[in-house]
């Protein structure tokens, strides 16, 4: 429950077990756009107004009130900030208690662990990590913690294969172009992020700096900027690591581009486990 508009429309007469989010506003350090905790963010309730949001519960015959939550933001490096969020919540929860809802049990503690998307062995945070640092105030609280580290978990699972359509140079710029692109992979474009490639089949000769491009009409469609790599033949692959986690979900048909399949590799088996979206079953949307 987020907003008096979202509490106003349960009026199905259904009991709704409801979790309260609150804006912790904690500095999780990381990319502006996937702040999420932060006073000036949009998300979440501001400490000033819990007690209109608790009113409007009481009054509620079909709003249960059984936790609260917060999402301070994702790609997260340090697990310490963690702790300071928990202090924060606990302190709300015990006043929510306080005013009757002696029987509030759950803490959401939402935000995402970053991983190594440079792939150069820096040590990343994992769930535990997160766990132990706020373990003992969730027990003093008596609290159930649930988390949402699911970047930690699947990002590095993944990786978008692309063809290479060839290589051109501007100037001095030197370009690789794929048919993967912003509209697989938005990543890049979005966040300026970065994402470890490699070519898949071996090149001989030295290695070049190129940009890795895809062919969507927009100079923001690059997947790696400033690579050194050796120069692919036209139809070899190129991978793009890490594309487990605001990957596949961020994608788009973009400049007419259908989403891709996507495999499921165990070992030496391959198997489709999403078929690509066809040009005329996209079409189908806008009817007959």
Not at 34 to 54: D, M, N, R, W
Not at 193 to 215: F, R
């Amino acid at each position: 429950l987020q907003n008096i508009i979202s509490a106003s429309k349960i009026a199905n007469g259904k009991q709704a077990k409801t979790l309260l989010r609150i804006n912790p506003d904690v500095d999780p350090q990381v990319h502006p756009y996937v702040s999420t905790g932060l006073k000036h963010t949009k998300f979440g309730i501001q400490a000033g107004k819990i007690e209109e949001y608790l009113c409007a519960i009481k009054e509620s015959k079909v709003v249960e009130l059984v936790g609260v939550h917060c999402h301070i933001g994702s790609t997260i490096k340090d697990a310490s900030i963690f702790k300071d969020v928990a202090d924060k919540m606990v302190e709300y929860v015990t006043e929510i208690r306080a005013q009757g809802f002696e029987s509030l049990e759950y803490l959401n503690i939402g935000g995402g662990l970053g991983i190594d998307y440079e792939r150069k062995g820096t040590a990343f945070p994992q769930p535990k990590d997160l766990i132990d640092c706020v373990r003992d105030k969730i027990k003093e609280a008596n609290l159930k913690l649930v988390i949402e580290p699911g970047r930690s978990l699947i990002g590095n699972t993944t990786v978008l294969v692309s063809t290479v359509l060839g290589v051109k140079s501007n100037g001095n710029k030197k370009f690789i172009v794929v048919d993967g692109s912003m509209s697989e992979l938005i990543r890049p474009s979005l966040y300026d992020t970065y994402h470890h490639i490699e070519l898949v089949e071996p090149c001989s000769g030295d290695k070049e700096v190129y940009d890795v491009v895809g062919p969507v009409c927009e100079s923001a469609d690059f997947l790696g900027k400033a690579r050194e790599l050796p120069t692919p033949e036209a139809g070899s692959s190129l991978v793009v690591f890490d594309s487990g986690a605001y990957c596949q979900s961020m994608s788009s048909v973009y400049n007419m581009k259908m989403t891709c399949p996507e495999y499921w590799v165990a070992g030496s088996t391959l198997e489709q486990i999403r078929k690509p979206l066809q040009l005329e079953d996209y079409l189908k949307i806008f009817g007959d």
